[in-house]
């Protein structure tokens, strides 16, 4: 009882000293510490702002529309003058989507094969390529997606999926080479290198020991590969959902392969569709009344909003999972 | 611990009066930054082919001997003067063209041209952040208001054709207003529906799904065939309308003239509209499209030209509403129109009539604009054939003459 007091008393003490020893003194650490924080502030403040414009340019339609922007069908800006954003929604949702399912395994596997299979020179060499890949300019992908890939894929892989797979209703239908399947291509290609760079940053913080052990029971190489993906499940989960918000992000190179149709459901996989982002970099430059450009910045808000909340979620996972890991290997 | 949040909150202080000062020099820059005073003029190497011996002497302002008797700032010509100008993509090669003819004949006027859209050349007219603005549609009533006493200058006209992609079929497929609003409204759905073998006798349509091409992002040629579908057709007048983008019921949505014209290309069977300009640059097949007078025409600088003549005999005072100028719509119901295309329409030039209601515009600069649009409305248009763009036909020319006259700074006409 007494010593415990002692120490709370203790514990004041100390805290009343720090303040009274605490000065604002002009010294270089003090002037880092303030320019620094500085900086780092400027992002939160540059956040702030741009969420504050993006409210306040888009208020008319929030007050026009209100719900119904975000689920309304239809976006007529010349005769009545109404906006709905639900099918840019579900064009960016199911783009992305499809573009995760091509990536994901292709991307396990670059991830795998760096960190369990390829030598370590060779590994180098094929994950600086990976990099490489990530800096190319989205407006490129659009260009190669329109000159080089619509074509092969019209004439050689649709029409081929259409006599196999025609009798499912998502390959039936007029090709035109660009469309949902397209956009979602050209994304996956995107987001590959920054899912496999995750991926692989995953798979070899984890521990050796785990390997020998499972190499120690008898284990063979694919055996061993899975309980290292089973190890970083939740942050191959977050890599994923890292991929998912720069494929919800991208702008040009979709805009340029999509098919800019805007339309609530495709009738199939060949379909043209419209994204979120794709409208507005179509449309804003020749928005003619206030309604219109506060309909695009609304747009605007809920792929922000959306982009956000995905990134988030992405990050805090990748970040459990790597403390996890780590702190498990520290043991 | 509790210094950090000391810290904190002294940052955010810190930032928020930063913000605050930042917002305050920004708003002021943003009524003076144009001006930008400093407009090194170039000096070209070639030979000055200007018939008339610019005035201003030399690009540099050299130091001379003897003190400047004007203590005002203000910068006259001989420091050299920058027009800034905005607004639609369509004229832009054209007056890029002309700024850099004209900085050779007046080596101290420096034309700065940015292509933005019409959209924001229009916003950027409205709050007066440029000497003047381009748009490929006139203001329309609500947008005059907020930008009164606004003068409209036809500097060039476009036309907006057809476009196709049929293996085997060259240039010259014929379609009728009907036609070509029933392919955009999905009801002709094949190229060889018996509404386009009968106007195209002798050419054997292939029985194949037609693939509507349109541009996706917000447009002045999309107004264009828009507004001509409109006039055609009842129908489309009621569900789709006119306007820079609009609700289409088919088709692919291709980035820009060059996007649609890649999609046309790259897609068998399939349709588009574009300017001309981009049918003969990327040598796509275009079609004739009838006139009120029932004549098939193909789509040529002539026939451009043609149906701005019909339209400028109808056309208002520089200083009136353009609202509701369209070469397409008064080309709508004239069966005498002969010769005429009848998707064209012009591109204009925007600046108001007082010009010091610019905040940035001083006297010597207004004189400059006049004498620059004066020249671009003349001289200037030598260069629009090269470029496929149609010169302004005589009678247009001497309505922006008397547009030109009615410019004035400070009640002071400028051009006699």
């Known amino acids: 009882m007494e010593s415990s007091r002692k120490i709370s008393l203790f514990n004041h003490k100390l805290n009343t000293k720090h303040f009274s020893h605490f000065k604002w003194q002009i010294n270089g650490d003090n002037i880092f510490k303030l320019v620094g924080a500085l900086f780092a502030s400027s992002i939160l403040l540059l956040l702030g702002l741009m969420i504050y414009e993006l409210i306040k340019g888009s208020w008319l339609s929030i007050q026009t529309f209100g719900l119904d922007f975000i689920l309304g069908t239809k976006w007529d800006p010349a005769i009545s003058r109404v906006f709905g954003a639900l099918p840019l929604i579900l064009g960016t949702v199911v783009t992305s989507a499809i573009a995760l399912l091509i990536a994901v395994p292709i991307s396990l596997g670059i991830g795998l094969a760096l960190s369990e299979y390829v030598p370590k020179k060779f590994g180098f060499a094929i994950s600086f390529l990976v990099e490489l890949l990530a800096a190319v300019p989205s407006v490129i992908y659009g260009l190669w997606g329109i000159f080089v890939l619509i074509p092969f894929l019209r004439d050689h892989v649709y029409s081929h999926l259409q006599t196999l797979f025609g009798f499912i209703p998502i390959f039936s239908g007029p090709i035109y080479g660009g469309g949902v399947l397209t956009g979602g291509i050209v994304l996956a290609i995107m987001i590959i290198p920054t899912v496999s760079a995750v991926m692989r940053d995953l798979f070899s913080v984890v521990p050796t020991s785990q390997r020998e052990a499972m190499i120690a029971l008898g284990a063979t190489k694919w055996e061993t590969a899975k309980t290292v993906i089973s190890y970083a499940r939740s942050g191959v989960i977050g890599a994923i959902i890292l991929g998912l918000g720069r494929a919800i992000g991208e702008t040009m190179a979709v805009t340029m392969v999509i098919g800019n149709k805007f339309q609530v459901w495709p009738s199939s996989l060949f379909d043209a569709w419209y994204t979120m982002s794709a409208i507005i970099a179509n449309e804003l430059l020749e928005a003619t009344y206030d309604l219109y450009v506060s309909a695009l910045m609304n747009v605007a808000l809920v792929l922000l909003f959306v982009t956000l909340v995905i990134n988030i979620l992405s990050r805090l996972i990748v970040w459990r999972t790597l403390r996890l890991v780590r702190g498990m290997a520290k043991e | ?416």
């Open chain 2, 1 to 416: 611990m509790k210094s950090i949040y000391k810290i904190a909150i002294l940052i955010v202080a810190v930032v928020i009066v930063a913000a605050g000062v930042f917002n305050y020099h920004f708003s002021q820059a943003t009524q003076t930054t144009p001006s930008s005073p400093s407009a090194t003029p170039t000096p070209t190497p070639t030979p000055n082919p200007s018939p008339t011996p610019a005035p201003t002497p030399t690009p540099t302002p050299n130091p001379s001997p003897t003190p400047a008797p004007t203590p005002t700032p203000t910068p006259t010509p001989a420091q050299g003067v920058a027009l800034n100008g905005a607004g639609a993509t369509f004229p832009f090669p054209l007056i890029d063209k002309w700024a850099a003819e004209y900085n050779k004949i007046k080596p101290n006027v420096l034309v700065n041209y940015q292509g933005i859209g019409s959209g924001g050349g229009i916003q950027q007219h409205t709050e007066k952040t440029v000497h003047f603005a381009a748009s490929d549609a006139p203001l329309t009533a609500a947008q005059a208001e907020k930008a009164p006493n606004t003068l409209h200058i036809p500097i060039t006209i476009g036309g907006v054709v057809p476009i196709y992609n049929i293996p085997d079929i060259p240039k010259g497929l014929k379609f009728t207003g009907e036609i070509l609003a029933g392919i955009y409204l999905g009801e002709i759905t094949k190229w060889n529906d018996p509404k386009i073998v009968a106007v195209n006798p002798g050419i054997s349509l292939p029985n194949q799904q037609i693939v509507v091409v349109h541009r996706s992002d917000g447009s002045g040629t999309t107004f264009i065939w828009t507004s001509y579908l409109s006039n055609i057709s009842p129908k489309w007048k009621e569900t789709v309308g006119r306007g820079t983008s609009v609700n289409w019921p088919v088709g692919l949505g291709g980035k820009g003239n060059d996007g649609v014209a890649a999609l046309v290309k790259q897609t068998p069977y399939s349709i588009g509209y574009v300017e001309f300009t981009y049918a003969k640059k990327n040598n796509l097949a275009y079609g004739y499209v009838q006139n009120a007078a029932g004549e098939f025409i193909e789509p040529s600088i002539e026939s451009f030209a043609k149906a701005a003549d019909y339209a400028a005999v109808t056309l208002p005072r520089g200083d009136e509403s353009w609202s509701k100028v369209s070469i397409v719509d008064s080309l709508a119901g004239n069966t005498q129109a002969k010769g005429a295309y009848p998707i064209t329409s012009f591109s204009y030039i925007l600046v108001y009539k007082e010009l010091n209601v610019l905040p940035n515009m001083d006297e010597a600069s207004a004189r400059t604009l006049v004498e620059f649009l004066w020249w671009a409305i003349h001289d200037g248009q030598n260069y629009a054939s090269d470029l496929y763009y149609v010169p302004l036909p005589s009678s247009v020319v001497k309505h922006n003459e008397a547009t030109i006259r009615m410019i004035t700074y400070n009640g002071q006409q400028l051009h006699k």
